[in-house]
T-cell receptor, first 111, second 113 residues
Framework: GQQLNQSPQSMFIQEGEDVSMNCTSSSIFNTWLWYKQDPGEGPVLLIALYKAGELTSNGRLTAQFGITRKDSFLNISASIPSDVGIYFCAGQDHNNNDMRFGAGTRLTVKP | DSGVTQTPKHLITATGQRVTLRCSPRSGDLSVYWYQQSLDQGLQFLIQYYNGEERAKGNILERFSAQQFPDLHSELNLSSLELGDSALYFC????????????FGNGTRLTVT
């Protein structure tokens, strides 16, 4: 099945700094999604990307669907303490229907 | 609130036992997905149902089974439980169409002792 490689595995940053994380796939996806998971809760959808090259923002978050359709990145600008959590990328290949997730990026923001 | 309801929130049971986890999807969603998340790990896809029928299968053990009922709620059955089955089990739902994002419940935390 498709493999999703998400990096970095963890990040420790100072409040106010910008953050960047990315995902690469061994095969083409038609949809890329980014989720955030807070402790003890389910992942919450942040941004959905549906077209190669698409760049979408949600507040301080910006994500892009790579031109090759095999990668995506998520940027968080001016981080704040409540950005702490685990960020997951997910990709969907319509031929398989299922949604595959990266291993997650654990973000820690120091005040 | 995602609109996806999972019960129970916590479950503690012994090895060798059998448990059933329940999921009610968001209103209008036809597709249900089950994922397993072990401690500090990513989300492992188990199985997907669409309108009552199995649509995709991931790394689901033979000891595990699932089904989606006519009212679209789903149950995940875990049998002959082992210590390694301790994990968070998430249900997600979507409209089931291409490009439909998944919306997750808050999970069931299973502890096998």
């Amino acid at each position: 099945g498709q493999q999703l490689n998400q990096s970095p595995q963890s990040m420790f940053i100072q409040e106010g700094e910008d953050v960047s994380m990315n995902c690469t796939s061994s095969s083409i996806f038609n949809t890329w999604l980014w989720y955030k998971q807070d402790p003890g809760e389910g992942p919450v959808l942040l941004i959905a990307l549906y077209k190669a090259g698409e760049l979408t923002s949600n507040g301080r978050l910006t994500a892009q669907f790579g031109i090759t359709r095999k990668d995506s990145f998520l940027n968080i600008s001016a981080s704040i303490p409540s950005d702490v959590g685990i960020y997951f990328c997910a990709g969907q290949d319509h031929n398989n229907n299922d949604m595959r997730f990266g291993a997650g990026t654990r973000l820690t923001v120091k005040p | 609130d995602s609109g996806v309801t999972q019960t129970p929130k916590h479950l503690i049971t012994a090895t060798g036992q059998r448990v059933t986890l329940r999921c009610s999807p968001r209103s209008g969603d036809l597709s249900v997905y089950w994922y397993q998340q072990s401690l500090d790990q990513g989300l492992q896809f188990l199985i997907q149902y669409y309108n009552g029928e199995e649509r995709a299968k991931g790394n689901i053990l033979e000891r595990f089974s699932a089904q989606q009922f006519p009212d679209l709620h789903s149950e995940l059955n875990l049998s002959s439980l082992e210590l390694g089955d301790s994990a968070l089990y998430f249900c997600a739902s979507s409209a089931g169409q291409p490009n439909s994002p998944l919306h997750f419940g808050n999970g069931t935390r299973l502890t096998v002792t």
